[in-house]
Structure formats: structure tokens, C-alpha cells
């Protein structure tokens, strides 16, 4: 079965845009700042729509912001049989 992870580079563009707060982003995309916090530590995937908003504010596509990958995890049985 594989699992999936989603990670962004967040806080890094944030740096680059004078050094954006948390808060910050939060106000102009409508979220709260536990949100962002949320989604930058990969503990929370946004919404389409908030994807979206975010990558407005950095003037930017969505897939500069997040990156999508699959991780293969082996059946343990088969592992096993090995």
C-alpha cells in the first residue's frame, strides 16, 4: 500500500517576502495563524481553495509552494517471504 506526502516550502518563501509572519499570512488568506502553523509542519493539508490563496499571496503557482509524493510502503507479508 502506498502512503502519500504532501510538504510545502512555506516558511522559506515567507522569509523571502520580508520575512512574512505567520499571522500575516493568516490575515491576507483568511485562515488562522494555528493553521498555517498546522500546514507548514506538514500536520495539515490545505484546501484547494487555500492552496490556491497562499500561492496568490507569494505571487506564485501552487506547485512552486507544494510538492506531492508517494511513498511505496512494502506488504509485510511479503517481506517475510523473502
Keep these: 500500500m502506498a502512503k502519500f506526502v504532501i510538504s510545502n516550502n512555506i516558511r522559506k518563501l515567507r522569509f523571502y517576502n520580508e520575512e512574512m509572519t505567520q499571522q500575516e499570512l493568516a490575515k491576507r488568506t483568511g485562515v488562522t495563524r494555528q ?6 509542519n506538514s500536520k495539515y493539508s490545505p484546501t484547494l481553495e487555500l492552496a490556491f490563496r497562499i ?28
Excluded at 35 to 40: D, L, P, Q, S
Excluded at 63 to 80: L, S, V
Design 55 to 82: 500561492a496568490e499571496v507569494f505571487r506564485t503557482k501552487v506547485e512552486d509552494i507544494f510538492t506531492y509524493e508517494i511513498i511505496e510502503e512494502k506488504n509485510k507479508k511479503e517481506e517475510d517471504l523473502k
Design 35 to 40: 493553521t498555517i502553523v498546522a500546514i507548514e
